[in-house]
């Protein structure tokens, strides 16, 4: 049985069901416990402050990378971004 947030449970059966290693994947997440479970599961957290929690308690976990809008998510994602 799957443990719930923070434990990486969850990520790391989407990594082997996307047959991905952790250092292909980043998580994307608006609270403080999914930044927790990408950390616990050696992928990249990015924390998306339009949601759940507030910035200060997102940026407080020192996410990897930060997105105020979802376009953002295109910087980080240069073959999406140029095959638009």
Do not use: F, N, Q, Y
Not at 31 to 52: F, Y
Not at 59 to 83: E, S
């Amino acid at each position: 049985m799957a443990r719930a947030k923070p434990a990486p449970d969850i990520v790391l059966r989407a990594l082997e069901l996307l047959g991905a290693a952790p250092e292909e994947a980043m998580m994307i997440g608006d609270a403080t416990t999914d930044i927790a479970a990408a950390r616990s599961a050696g992928v990249m957290a990015v924390a998306a402050l339009w949601g759940e929690s507030s910035a200060g308690a997102l940026l407080a976990t020192h996410p990897d990378a930060v997105l105020t809008t979802p376009a953002d998510l295109l910087a980080h994602c240069p073959a999406v971004a140029g095959a638009l």
